[in-house]
């Protein structure tokens, strides 16, 4: 089983909806990346958080440390957001340093 | 443009070969990582340094080595080429670690 889990694999919205995608992570982290990939390969870098909230523009990302939980919500979303997004958690090594594992992704489509 | 740039953009080279991969981090940033992302494999930590100095080893062959120059520059050397190591490779830079990763444009290998 992977140490961090996204679900779901693939999403397809009508422009307008609200959209949420989950991550789950099964051991201790620092912190939690959000991140997309366009069709292009180009990676960006969304949001890292280690606890609570955190909004810019219509993006949104929570995260529940005690449930090992986090969630990238899409306001409105609009046909440039078709993109996979990708969860990846910072998790502690035993050497007292970080790696980040990635979630499998979500590939995400909104239609005009 | 996240200010990190790799060289060279596509590379195609034959089994057994070694290549040559470079990464400058943006300006300020003393952590580099190397990410591998294949078809089937998803995007996967490779290894990480900080200030010249490797910091965290993820799913690196042997095969693979890196170092982090003076400069701050990295490369990543990449032996014994095989089918199977045909991928993307990222390369992120950080202020801190960890930190809000800001990643390269990717170097697209195909082994042949």
């Known amino acids: 089983k992977n140490e961090v889990e996204q679900s779901p694999q693939n999403l397809t919205a009508q422009e307008g909806e609200f959209i949420t995608i989950n991550c789950s992570y099964s051991?201790?982290?620092?912190?939690l990346h959000w991140l997309q990939q366009h069709p292009g390969g180009g990676i960006v870098s969304l949001f890292m958080?280690?606890?609570g909230k955190k909004k810019h523009g219509r993006l949104i990302a929570t995260i529940n440390i005690q449930e090992k939980h986090s969630s990238l919500h899409i306001t409105a979303s609009h046909p440039r957001d078709s993109a996979v997004y990708i969860c990846?958690?910072?998790?502690?090594?035993?050497?007292?340093?970080?790696?980040?594992?990635f979630g499998k992704g979500t590939k995400l489509t909104v239609n005009p | 443009d996240s200010g990190v740039t790799q060289t060279p953009k596509h590379l195609i080279t034959a089994t057994g070969q070694r290549v040559t991969l470079r990464c400058s981090p943006r300006?300020?940033?003393?952590?580099v990582y190397w990410y591998q992302q294949s078809l089937d494999q998803g995007l996967q930590f490779l290894i990480q340094?900080?200030?010249?100095?490797?910091?965290a080893k993820g799913n690196i062959l042997e095969r693979f080595s890196a170092q982090q120059f003076p400069d701050l520059h990295s490369e990543l050397n990449l032996s014994s080429l095989e089918l199977g190591d045909s991928a993307l490779y990222f390369c992120?830079?950080?202020?801190?670690?960890?930190?809000?990763?800001?990643f390269g444009p990717g170097t697209r290998l195909t082994v042949t």
């Open positions: 992120a830079s950080s202020v801190n670690s960890p930190g809000e990763q800001y």
């Open positions: 051991v201790g982290i620092s912190a």
């Open positions: 958080l280690s606890s």
């Open positions: 990846a958690a910072f998790l502690l090594t035993q050497g007292g340093s970080e790696k980040l594992v």
């Open positions: 300006s300020g940033d003393l952590s």
């Open positions: 340094y900080y200030n010249g100095e490797e910091r």
